[in-house]
């Protein structure tokens, strides 16, 4: 359980969560102004800044992993939930545990990967910026140890029964139509 501030009854990683989604904001605004800056240089003045252009690329594939992590805090990932919406709370929780539990494979595996790739990456530099290559792909060691954590935080919260109903289908077939669906009939 996270910890609480008494006086806000905040927890603290909600404010660590309104930082990174600060820090996304950051990353977003950016990749446009970059981006419609070097437009502008290009049409009007015939010139652009070369730098502008990798560093929005590393801005979007930074922006698209650590967006990956609060997208799984806040169960907005799609997926298909027509089959477990109809299971007893039992068969969701077996399904429930058994996508924690893959979702913890997958963190593994994205782990392992940056890490055999680590010394690749942190050898190869950008052409423009001269960053090294780690510093855009490096990226898979936070997505993978934050989105791992939170599985295991579900997983424990399941194995020790305090997981509510609502909280059994992570997902939502519809963009429109939120989480368990009750809300989103008329």
Request: include cysteine; charged fraction near 15%; charge should be neutral.
């Amino acid at each position: 359980m996270p910890h609480l501030d008494t006086r806000t009854g905040v927890g603290i990683t909600d404010w660590a969560f309104k930082a990174v989604e600060a820090v996304l904001a950051a990353l977003l605004l950016g990749m446009v102004v970059m981006v419609f800056g070097n437009v502008v240089l290009r049409y009007v003045f015939n010139s652009g800044i070369v730098v502008s252009e990798e560093l929005s690329r590393i801005f979007f594939v930074w922006l698209t992993f650590i967006g990956a992590i609060v997208a799984m805090r806040d169960g907005s990932h799609l997926g298909m939930d027509n089959f477990v919406s109809r299971l007893s709370r039992r068969g969701k929780l077996v399904c429930l545990t058994l996508c924690q539990v893959l979702i913890l494979v997958c963190c593994a595996m994205l782990f392992w990967g940056t890490w055999r790739q680590h010394e690749i990456n942190a050898t190869t530099m950008a052409p423009v910026t001269g960053l090294s290559m780690i510093w855009v792909f490096g990226v898979g060691y936070l997505t993978s140890l934050c989105i791992g954590v939170h599985a295991l935080h579900k997983l424990w919260r399941i194995a020790s029964g305090r997981i509510r109903d609502d909280e059994l289908i992570e997902i939502s077939e519809s963009e429109e139509m939120p989480h368990g669906g009750a809300e989103g009939k008329a």
